[in-house]
């Protein structure tokens, strides 16, 4: 039992054994170490005191309206959820929802147990009609499940228990068995297994989408257990998966079962399969192998046993200790079972669920996604399918060798559903093909449903062709026949940096574009360039406009949704009536929190500058910002910041091409020897490879001279939506000094960018409204890209940094307020000239006492 130390009535906070922090519910919000008070609120929905806020000076934003993450889970809330980098929201987020989930599960079990206690004499229930003694035995036997399933729960309790203990004592592997010298099965393959399979579309309905694919949970399930209410934690990169379940290790939730889902080619541990470098292979040859099985004398895959016993065990082991996706298939190669299907298996009896997608329902699940400031980009950009004229000739090729080699063993429907494929692709490469002079070297937009009736194949039903190709594998098999016949030179030809894979069926994203054409007519647009010097590099585009129902089916199964993120502003795109992501939810079922920084407002200074030394206006709109006078002021700007500044300063530009301009005027005259004279320059390199090295110099020539007299720390000259804009840490010395020139407004000329902002205008318009949102819209594109790029600077408590914003537009109070919440609260300072801006600046590291 945790015993309370500490009891402070005014603020509703209790202290127990110096590291947990109880508020005033009926059970303690565990934390590993005492939380920030905008941890707390962004768990809870607590009121600090003025008295508790004295002594932890912070910036916070916290009000009535605005629900916490505990309430937001009890009430089955969309939130969006802000919290600053170095803010600890994995940590709150993570301690926040375990807690909601023991206290539902806890809850839950009460109400069940109230239901079979029998009702005082005289007072009705709803089965009131019913003769008592129906009821009474109605009771005993609702009872006796519940105390059945509760013995087995707490029978599998004692054996995780058992296992945490066994790992405690002798250490993780050894409690693991020793992996038998298995070497999967190595039979040669044979050209049969590229055959498709027969498929029959009457009934339709035999299958869901899949069904081909093995679904191994559809077995009994090892535990025995009903399904529990899952978290479903989703973030980008399998980096980020590890580093929150890192944060999970840390936490008092032990006991949580969680399991972290990852690929085949991560996961598999049969070297048969493992040596394909296809992942398209690898997929098909275990699902060949799971259903081979099956069959007699079937060639099958040792680690997917059939044992449950060992299934459970595997299970156990995955459920009894917080574990990452690299522990998981070590404990896989140890106990000679499948990693990729035994943590699906897991999936079922566990609470918290890392991974995004495969085997998952969100039915009646929290769904969390972290890094949710890009989630319109990203819907969008998964639903926007290319396909350019190299897949469809190489598509058609494989299909047509592929329908010579097997046409006399397919049968009939397969035979109609292949030729109706093939005639699909040959419209699509005509669209490719202009046959007019003016519509020679042009790229031109349709609505989707235009786009079919143009190509002549609106008789053809694509949501049939959908299922077909769902359920048949053919991509897959076509690959695979591919691989074995096709003259190395031509896959060679066809594989360079904006092609795909060799390895990868170019009737994948054929099947992708014709999916695409079954959506809403008004949601998409067909966007076609036809390149009259280079016919390969013609390509087709389908354009997501509206993101909102590819996410509604997420919004509407789960029971609550986080999104959460550093800096979530401008939020309007989520919430906005004309382009917002839940058009059809209430309003009331959406809430946001915002929290503020760690950091007190001294640590960080925002100016606006609106001029340079030589009184010119910074006004780097499109048409003024090639003027070489307004460069060279820009160069003498920067060349000022440096002299007062410590360490280093990341100075971000609009796009590659305006940071060439610059550069190589700067080069051409005094203004970058001036610049290097105070500190090493450095510019974003284009190709990813370079970055690493470029990013360690800047670091390392900054660690170097830092202290030096004259010569200190280093710039470095990046592009907003760049390699360097997201997910890079300039903490510290890295950062000290932000600049940000002009609002990096994207490309107004760009097709796709006026087809969407058409879109929103005439969203709009149909309501009535004024088409002045199309404005905000653009606006926000821009104000998200300068929002990700400045908060790369303060990452912790004690971090400190001066963010420059170089032009006058960013006075306007519109442009203001889709600065991020936790900067416009330490305040925007516009100093009215530029030797006061200078001077500020130069005060502001003078002066700053870190963490003060
Ligand atoms: S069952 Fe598992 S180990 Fe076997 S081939 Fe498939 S993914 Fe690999």
Redesign the pocket.
């Known amino acids: 039992m945790t015993k309370i130390e500490e009891e402070d009535d005014r603020t509703g906070i209790e202290r127990i054994s110096g590291k947990s922090v109880v508020l005033t519910e009926d059970s303690p919000f565990l934390f590993p170490f005492d939380p920030w008070p905008i941890q707390l609120a962004f768990m809870t929905r607590l009121q600090l005191s003025l008295k508790m806020l004295k002594h932890r000076p912070l910036i916070l934003t916290v009000s009535a309206s605005l629900f916490s993450l505990y309430e937001g889970l009890s009430l089955g809330k969309v939130m969006i959820m802000e919290s600053p980098t170095g803010t600890g929201k994995s940590l709150s987020l993570l301690c926040g929802s375990l807690k909601w989930l023991h206290d539902f599960h806890r809850k839950l079990e009460v109400e069940e147990y109230a239901k079979c206690v029998p009702n005082e004499p005289g007072v009705s229930n709803s089965g009131a009609d019913e003769p008592s003694w129906v009821l009474e035995h109605e009771r005993k036997v609702a009872l006796r499940e519940l105390e059945y399933a509760a013995e087995r729960k707490r029978k599998r309790a004692q054996r995780l228990e058992e296992l945490r203990q066994a790992e405690k004592e002798n250490g993780w592997r050894q409690t693991l068995k020793r992996p038998k010298n298995h070497h999967g099965n190595d039979e040669e393959e044979d050209p049969q297994e590229f055959l498709v399979n027969e498929y029959e579309s009457e009934p339709e309905a035999s299958g869901k989408r899949g069904d081909l694919v093995d679904n191994p949970t559809d077995s009994d399930d090892p535990q025995d257990e009903r399904d529990e209410l899952k978290i479903i934690y989703c973030s980008r990169t399998h980096s980020q998966i590890s580093q929150f379940i890192k944060e999970m290790q840390k936490t008092a939730y032990q006991t949580v079962k969680s399991v972290s889902l990852g690929s085949?080619q991560t996961?598999?541990?049969?070297d048969s399969?493992k040596q394909l470098k296809s992942v398209s292979r690898m997929n098909d040859k275990?699902l060949d192998?799971?259903k081979g099985a099956s069959k007699e004398g079937g060639s099958y895959?040792p680690?997917?046993s059939k044992d449950q016993q060992k299934r459970a065990l595997f299970t156990d082991h995955i459920h009894a200790v917080i574990r990452d996706i690299e522990e998981i298939v070590e404990t896989g190669k140890r106990q000679d079972t499948?990693p990729?299907?035994g943590s699906r298996d897991a999936v079922r009896t566990s609470q918290k669920t890392a991974r995004e997608s495969v085997g998952i329902t969100v039915k009646g699940n929290i769904v969390i996604i972290d890094e949710a400031h890009n989630l319109i980009d990203a819907i969008t950009s998964v639903h926007s399918v290319s396909l350019d004229s190299r897949q469809l000739n190489r598509s058609d090729a494989q299909l047509q060798s592929y329908l010579q080699k097997y046409k006399s063993r397919l049968k009939g429907k397969t035979l109609a559903y292949i030729r109706q494929l093939l005639l699909l692709i040959k419209a699509l490469q005509r669209a490719l093909r202009p046959l007019t002079s003016e519509e020679r070297a042009q790229s031109y937009i349709r609505r989707t449903n235009d786009f079919v009736h143009d190509l002549d194949i609106d008789h053809i039903n694509l949501f049939k062709i959908e299922r077909y190709l769902a359920n048949s594998g053919l991509a897959q098999k076509l690959q695979g026949f591919a691989e074995r016949t096709e003259d190395p030179k031509v896959a060679a030809d066809t594989e360079d940096t904006d092609f795909m894979p060799k390895h990868v069926s170019p009737l994948k994203p054929v099947e992708a574009f014709l999916m695409s054409l079954t959506n809403p007519d008004l949601e998409g647009r067909i966007v076609v360039n036809i390149s009259e010097a280079d016919s390969s590099a013609s390509n087709l585009k389908y354009l997501l406009l509206n993101p909102a129902n590819c996410f509604r089916s997420i919004v509407e199964d789960a029971r609550a949704v986080v999104l959460a993120g550093g800096t979530m502003e401008p939020v309007q795109d989520l919430l906005h009536e004309f382009f917002q992501l839940f058009p059809y939810l209430p309003t009331d079922r959406i809430s946001r929190f915002t929290c503020g920084h760690i950091i007190p407002p001294t640590s960080l200074l925002t100016t606006i500058v609106a001029n340079g030394p030589n009184q010119i206006d910074f006004d780097f709109t499109f048409e003024k910002r090639n003027d070489g006078k307004l460069i060279d002021e820009l160069g003498g700007a920067i060349a000022n910041f440096c002299n007062v500044t410590p360490g280093g300063v990341v100075c971000f530009f609009a796009s590659y091409d305006y940071l060439d301009v610059v550069y190589n005027r700067w080069q051409m005259g005094r203004i970058l020897s001036r610049i290097n004279s105070k500190k090493q320059v450095f510019k974003e390199p284009k190709q990813s490879v370079l970055v690493d090295t470029t990013l360690t110099a800047y670091a390392q020539c900054i660690r170097n001279t830092s202290n030096l007299q004259g010569h200190t720390g280093a710039i470095l000259f990046a592009v907003v939506g760049g390699k360097m804009s997201e997910g890079i840490n300039f903490s510290d010395d890295l950062g000290r000094l932000v600049i940000m020139v002009g609002l990096p407004f994207p490309n107004i000329r760009s097709p796709e960018l006026k087809e969407k902002l058409n879109y929103v205008k005439a969203r709009a318009s149909l309501r009535g409204s004024d088409c002045a949102v199309a404005n905000d819209y653009y606006e926000n594109l821009c104000m998200k890209a300068v929002n990700q790029s400045i908060g790369r600077a303060i990452r912790h408590k004690d971090d400190y940094a001066a963010i420059v914003l170089l032009d006058h537009r960013y006075g306007q109070q519109r442009i203001k307020q889709k600065l991020p919440g936790w900067i416009r609260d330490a305040g925007i300072r516009e100093p009215g000239g530029f030797g006061r801006a200078i001077a500020e600046v130069s005060k502001f590291f003078r002066g700053i006492k870190p963490g003060c």
């Open positions: 085949r996961m598999c541990i049969n399969v275990c192998l799971i895959c680690y997917r499948c990729y299907f």
